[in-house]
T-cell receptor, first 112, second 116 residues
């Protein structure tokens, strides 16, 4: 039972354009959501997060949107750069459990 | 400075052997974790320790035993290795609640375990 799903295994965009990565979750007890970025042969690195009391959080080129009623969040990267090419994982956590539930990742390729 | 380090990076071994993976963090965090990333790329939590005390223990075979000698170290010992144990194992740590982003976890580079 996968509680966090990233239904697009891969995404390819042109440099300078917007990248939109999507994530759906099923557990309404989740109250904190995070995006991680992972390069090959490295561990995931934290990118941006959002609490369930907000619907948007922005950090430079990265913005995360949360739609609680749809149990959906998305990560927008604009403008996309070739260095953004990586695997992006969505993760969710609930009630201060300390446990992150990860999606299966979306591989983003930004073409020069 | 490496924040979360793991050794070894690669581990190839025969079925039935016992092996250990070591993890160390120099971030001063109280909580450490072990995750397993299987062939389908799912990252799943296995264990979590807070200040040397086990706080999360997912449904993991008893052959897996974490050990935390101090809050900067969390080692993973695996007995009687099986083919299905082949995966990448990630260690992570997080700051105490209230410090830094809620539940932000810092990951090590991973240990790729191959069981033949």
């Amino acid at each position: 039972d996968q509680q966090v799903k990233q239904n697009s295994p891969s995404l390819s965009v042109q440099e300078g354009r917007i990248s939109i990565l999507n994530c759906d979750y099923t557990n309404s007890m989740f109250d904190y959501f995070l995006w991680y970025k992972k390069y090959p042969a490295e561990g995931p690195t934290f990118l941006i997060s959002i609490s369930s009391i907000k619907d948007k959080n922005e950090d430079g080129r990265f913005t995360v949107f949360l739609n609680k009623s749809a149990k959906h969040l998305s990560l927008h990267i604009v403008p996309s750069q070739p260095g953004d090419s990586a695997v992006y994982f969505c993760a969710a956590s609930g009630s201060n459990t300390g446990k992150l539930i990860f999606g299966q990742g979306t591989t983003l390729q930004v073409k020069p | 400075d490496t924040a979360v380090s793991q050794t070894p990076k690669y581990l190839v071994t025969q079925m039935g052997n016992d092996k250990s993976i070591k993890c160390e963090q120099n971030l001063g965090h109280d909580t450490m974790y072990w995750y397993k990333q299987d062939s389908k790329k799912f990252l799943k939590i296995m264990f979590s320790y807070n200040n040397k005390e086990l706080i999360i223990n997912e449904t993991v075979p008893n052959r897996f035993s974490p050990k935390s000698p101090d809050k900067a170290h969390l080692n993973l010992h695996i007995n009687s290795l099986e083919l299905g144990d082949s995966a990448v194992y990630f260690c992570a740590s997080s700051p105490p609640t209230g410090q830094g982003a809620y539940n932000e976890q810092f990951f090590g580079p991973g240990t790729r375990l191959t069981v033949l």
